[in-house]
Nanobody, 125 residues
Framework: QVQLVESGGGLVQAGGSLRLSCAAS????????MGWFRQAPGMEREFVAA????????SYADSVKGRFTISRDNAKNTLYLQMNSLKPEDTAVYHC??????????????????WGQGTQVTVSS
């Protein structure tokens, strides 16, 4: 059974930076893509970034491209999201997740299993 625990969220001023972490326990996830998603109040959960198991390929939502960087350390079974130049519209609960299918890089929220509880990111203007 995979368990995911996010950390690193907080309150930051616009233009600031945060680094989120997602620690996974259970079996190795090195053969599965992992992703970050976010959900603002009253909104649907949306894709932010994803990375294949090896870390060789990534995908980003247009809204965060050039500002956010996803990475992973398979030795530590940990996923990261470096967020720079934060904007008030980045305010949301950020969740990490593991893709359902081995070896597939996907941005569709419905293709991910094993979700963490999330970490709150609040960006003030």
């Amino acid at each position: 059974q995979v368990q995911l625990v996010e950390s690193g969220g907080g309150l930051v001023q616009a233009g600031g930076s945060l680094r989120l972490s997602c620690a996974a326990s259970g079996p190795s996830l090195s053969n599965y893509a992992m992703g970050w998603f976010r959900q603002a109040p009253g909104m649907e959960r949306e894709f932010v970034a994803a990375i294949v198991g090896s870390g060789a390929r990534t995908s980003y939502a247009d809204s965060v491209k050039g500002r956010f960087t996803i990475s992973r350390d398979n030795a530590k079974n940990t996923l990261y999201l470096q967020m720079n130049s934060l904007k008030p519209e980045d305010t949301a609960v950020y969740h990490c997740a593991v893709a359902r299918l081995r070896g597939v890089l996907t941005t569709n929220v419905g293709t991910y299993d094993y979700w963490g509880q999330g970490t709150q990111v609040t960006v003030s203007s």
